[in-house]
């Protein structure tokens, strides 16, 4: 199959095209190195050295012999992107290419005015593109599970059915997010479904949890093709940060009570989750809603259970409850659905002690590139 990987230099993205790439896809990378943009804008880096995108894809393909083609541009750019399409005509378009931290939205106007602009207007590019120049391909567009917030009932994959005055209907699952980052997510759900229905797109959304992890079978192959590993108060994500602490001896920041309960998955997982839309696509004009993660954690069980782990490999690990930067419940219900992806053949990774002591090695091999100052929170919700 055709695919582009749309923000294949990034976390997600990166194992995501040597995946599908070694499953015998024709793969092109469309990115505009952004992310590697605000690593400088915030003073940051990544734990793991990173080569660049060109010495990425020449070292695959010298231990491969697969080619992945690149192309350096932002989805706003509507003739880049038109360019792209024409010289690829995608079977399948995996959307990855936005700005992801909620951090990052809430630092002032300016940073969530960049976040909603950037994902919003770009998706609805790609929207535009896939009308114009690939009506059949497949979009497979990276939500989040964020975008459901934390509602007292179950929730549901995208849809719920209600009935109300003695009337039933299927309807979009309500939608509570806490940034304007996992607004953006919202916001192209709803261009997208309306797309479906106007122009008859075929798209997948996958609500993903938080990813944890680094490495696939394919980044591991050689130290060019390592994948990135955030920590900073910016980009790191929960699970990610806390092995990143324990590593270089920070206590692990609780935010508040710790009971927020979140939805999380393996990033081996997300490749072979994005593999398994592209095997099977939605219909023509369906917008269809996979609820991406495979087990959900509370922020308390994740600070102890890393502390467990990195007490057993000889680490001294302290836990801080320390003020929450965000606006959120602290102590909440939470049961999401997942069927959908496990139906059609995920057999999830979970988080093993040996998951957590694989990350915490590769942090422990690259401590001294933490910048330490970076680790607690700078940003707030409340301005
Ligand atoms: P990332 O920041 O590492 O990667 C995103 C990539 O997209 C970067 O390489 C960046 O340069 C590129 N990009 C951003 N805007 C672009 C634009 N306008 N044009 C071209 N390229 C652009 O993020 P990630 O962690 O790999 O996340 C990928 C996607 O998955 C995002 O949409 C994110 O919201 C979603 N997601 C991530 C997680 C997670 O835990 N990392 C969880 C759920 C959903
Ligand atoms: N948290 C802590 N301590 C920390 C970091 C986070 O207690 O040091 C808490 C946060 O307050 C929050 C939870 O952990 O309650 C998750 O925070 P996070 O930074 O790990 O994840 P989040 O901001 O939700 O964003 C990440 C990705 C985003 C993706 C989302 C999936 O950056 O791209 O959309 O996970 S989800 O959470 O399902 O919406």
């Keep these: 199959m055709r695919i582009i990987i749309a923000g294949g230099d990034g976390f997600c993205g ?58 350096i541009g932002d989805l706003n750019h509507y003739d880049f992107l038109r360019e792209v399409f024409r010289q690829t005509e995608p079977e399948a378009f995996v959307h990855f290419a936005e700005q992801r931290s909620a951090p990052y939205s809430m630092i002032d106007r300016e940073h969530a005015i960049y976040t909603q602009s950037n994902n919003v207007l770009g998706n609805l590019n790609v929207l535009y593109a896939i009308k114009e120049f690939a009506p059949e391909c497949h979009l497979i567009k990276l939500g989040t599970m964020g975008e459901y917030g934390a509602p007292n009932i179950d929730i549901e994959e995208g849809y719920i059915e209600i009935e109300h005055n003695g009337r039933k209907d299927r309807m979009p699952y309500p939608k509570q997010p806490g940034s304007f980052y996992h607004l953006t997510k919202v916001h192209d759900s709803h261009n997208i479904m309306l797309a479906c229905k106007i122009w008859g797109i075929r798209a997948t959304d996958l609500n993903q949890g938080i990813v944890y992890g680094l490495h696939t079978e394919e980044t591991e192959l050689d130290s060019v093709l390592y994948n990135r590993l955030d920590y900073d108060g910016v980009f790191g994500t929960a699970l990610n940060r806390f092995l990143i602490q324990s590593a270089i001896g920070h206590d692990l920041t609780v935010y508040g009570a710790g009971g927020q309960t979140r939805a999380f998955l393996n990033i081996k997982d997300t490749v072979r989750c994005v593999e398994i839309a592209a095997n099977n696509p939605a219909d023509k004009g369906e917008f269809r809603v996979f609820n991406q993660f495979t087990e959900y954690f509370s922020v308390n069980d994740l600070a102890e259970r890393t502390k467990r782990v990195a007490e057993e490999m000889g680490l001294t690990v302290g836990i801080s409850h320390i003020e929450n930067p965000r606006v959120e419940a602290e102590e909440h219900y939470y049961h999401a659905v997942n069927t959908n992806l496990r139906a059609l053949g995920l057999e999830p990774n979970l988080l093993t002690d040996d998951v957590l002591k694989e990350i915490l090695q590769v942090a422990l091999e690259n401590k001294d590139r933490v910048i330490k100052k970076n680790v607690l929170p700078q940003v707030s919700w409340r301005g």
């Design 14 to 71: 990166w194992p995501t095209a040597l995946y599908l790439s070694k499953q015998g896809h024709d793969v092109t990378i469309v990115d505009n190195l952004v992310r590697r943009k605000m690593d400088k804008e915030l003073h940051s880096n990544s734990v793991t050295p990173l080569a660049t995108l060109e010495e990425r894809v020449a070292k695959w393909k010298e231990i491969t012999g697969n080619e992945i083609r690149t192309f």
